[in-house]
Nanobody
């Protein structure tokens, strides 16, 4: 499975960004799609995921109520709407997919999100 992210950028705190991801390849491998992020000097952490068929969404506590993940109209696409962004949301956001809601085996190259105060 190959993944390609789009979106990201640099915004002031309180603003919004939208990330999108498209997966290509064997669909049986994309049961869950979602996002992890990694800040400089920190480990990659789970952000959100959604079941491609079930649409069951899971969020990290740090983003609940601010981020919304959704599947797209096109097959094997997912978006992450990020509202009320905080500087601590900054990092490289990686789209991933796999058979578990918080454990992925395939990753995109990542897209940078910078939130400045």
């Amino acid at each position: 499975v190959q993944l390609e992210e789009s979106g990201g950028g640099s915004v002031p705190a309180g603003e919004s960004l939208r990330l999108s991801c498209a997966a290509s390849g064997p669909t049986y491998e994309t049961i869950f799609m979602g996002w992890f992020r990694q800040a400089p000097g920190k480990e990659r952490e789970f952000v959100a995921s959604i079941g491609r068929i079930s649409h069951w969404a899971t969020y990290a506590d740090a983003v609940k109520g601010r981020f919304t993940i959704s599947t797209g109209n096109a097959p094997n696409t997912v978006s992450l709407q990020m509202n009320s962004l905080k500087p601590e949301d900054s990092g490289v956001y990686y789209c991933g997919t796999g058979g578990q809601k918080d454990s992925f085996h395939s990753w995109g190259p990542g897209t940078q999100v910078t939130v400045f105060s």
